[in-house]
C-alpha cells in the first residue's frame, strides 16, 4: 500500500483551506475530483421552477467536470427524500446522474423503510449507514455499513454515518433499527477500510452534522477524536461553508470537512492528486448551483 500523506499540513484546530492552495497540474500519476450534496429534500422535482433549474445545472456541472477529469466520484451525506412534494423518484434521480454513494439521512425514512428499500431495490446505488444496524429491517439486504471504490488502481473506503435517529426518526419509521455510537463504530470501520481492505483513501459520508452548542457528537468532534478518515463529507445541519475546513485527528494527521449547505444551491468539490505514493488537496470548494433561480 503507498504511503499516504496530506501534503498540506495545517495546525491544531479546524482551519480553512484558505486561498493559498497551490494550483498543482494534474500531470502526476492520477487525480480525482470528488463532487459531493447534502440535504438535497427531493428539490430536484416537484412543481417549483427553482428545482428544475437545480436538477439541470447539477447535470451540466457534473458532466463537465467528468469531461475535465479522467477519475470523478459523485456522492451525497444524506436526507434525500423530501415526503412532501416528492413524486418518490429520489433514487432514480441519483441513479441518473450516477452517483457512487449516499448516507442514509433521517429524512431518507421520511415515507418508511418499506418504500425505500422499493426505491433501492429498483434504483441500486450503494446506501450507507455503518452505525445503523438494520438485521430485522427491510433494508437488511440494501444498506451497508461502507463501499469500496476502485479508481485508476486507488482503494477508496466509502462509509456512512446516521444520526441519532431518537428525535429525529419517528418510532414508527425505524422499527427494528439499532443505534451504535457513531465515533467508535467509525474508528472501527476506518482501521478495516485502511488495514484489511488497503484503502488509500478513506471517505466518511455523515449525516451527524457540522456542529452542536451541546455534547452531541458533530462532525467537528468526530474529526479530532478520530483515525483513519481523510475525509468527512456532511449533511443534517444545513451548514454553508465556503470551502472545507481542516482539522487535525487522534495522530496529528490532517482530516478534510465539507458541507455544501442544502438543498442543492451548493455542490462541494474535493479534488486530489496522488503523487510520488502521497494524496495532495488541490482544490476544495463549493460551487453555486442555481442559486440565483433559487425560491426556499
Ligand atoms: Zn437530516
Known sequence: ????????????????????????DFSGDFSLSILHTNDLH????????????????????????????????????????NPSNS?????AWMKGMGYDAFALGNHDFDRGMQDLSSQLSKNPIPALAA?????????VKLVKPYHIVEKAGQRIGIMGLGVNPEGSIPQLLREGLVYTDPLA?????????????????????????YHYKDEQISDLK????????????????????????VVNNLDGK???????????????????????????V????????GAQNWAA
Open 222 to 245: 468526530l474529526a479530532p477524536q478520530s483515525r483513519h478518515i481523510d475525509i468527512i463529507i456532511g449533511g443534517h445541519t444545513h451548514t454553508f461553508l465556503p470551502e472545507p475546513i
Open 1 to 24: 500500500m503507498q504511503r499516504r500523506t496530506f501534503i498540506h499540513q495545517f495546525g491544531l484546530g479546524a482551519v480553512a483551506l484558505g486561498t493559498g492552495i497551490p494550483q498543482l
Open 185 to 209: 463504530t467509525a474508528n472501527q470501520v476506518a482501521v478495516e477500510l485502511k488495514e484489511k481492505h488497503a484503502c488509500n483513501l478513506v471517505i466518511c459520508l455523515s449525516h451527524l452534522g
Open 87 to 91: 413524486k418518490g423518484e429520489e433514487l
Open 131 to 139: 452505525n445503523y444496524q438494520l438485521a430485522d429491517t427491510p433494508l
Open 42 to 81: 427531493g428539490r430536484f422535482e416537484g412543481n417549483k421552477a427553482a428545482y428544475h433549474v437545480f436538477a439541470q445545472q447539477a447535470r451540466q456541472f457534473v458532466q463537465k467536470i467528468r469531461q475535465e477529469q479522467a477519475h470523478v466520484l459523485l456522492l451525497d451525506a444524506g436526507d434525500v427524500l
Open 282 to 289: 488541490a482544490k476544495g470548494e463549493n460551487v453555486a448551483i
Open 254 to 280: 490532517p482530516v478534510l470537512i465539507n458541507h455544501a449547505g442544502w438543498g442543492g444551491l451548493l455542490m462541494g468539490r474535493i479534488d486530489l492528486q496522488y503523487s510520488n505514493g502521497a494524496i495532495r
